[in-house]
């Protein structure tokens, strides 16, 4: 492990030229719920409020529809919502959360997490690819 300092990725979306470094990004994404609410507000104009993402998320879990869910399974995906990754994710400023009103929209800094959720290679995973080699280059 290396002592250097962590470099950073400037984010030219952001406002106030902030940046989030790749350990920051891959902390959020790392939860698959706080990666579902990024989708979730991309396909839905980019907003939704708390309980449209409990509900949703809840359902993918479970596997079920939304109309299928019981109550406990809405406030168990609700609480966790609420009291921890819409918390993190509006922290590190990749979305706007009011709690007071639980709504939750994307912002100019979401895109930068979106891209890495939406990444698809379109290149061989060959070594000796273009991908690779612009990737180690």
Known sequence: MSDAPEKKIRD???TGGEELSKTEIFD???ADRRQEVLQYLHR????????ELAE???????GCAVSQLDS???????VGLYQCHLP????AGVIDYDDDRGRVSL???????LRYIYF???????????FFRRLLG
Do not use: F, W
């Open 72 to 78: 406990q399974q809405r406030k168990r995906t609700y």
């Open 120 to 130: 698809e290679e379109e290149e061989s995973v060959d070594p000796e690819s273009g």
């Open 88 to 91: 993190k994710m509006a922290k």
């Open 12 to 14: 030219s979306t952001a």
């Open 56 to 62: 949703h998320i809840a359902s993918l879990e479970c």
């Open 44 to 51: 839905n104009d980019g907003g939704a409020d708390i309980g």
């Open 107 to 113: 912002n100019s800094r979401s895109s930068r997490l």
């Open 28 to 30: 959020i994404l790392s």
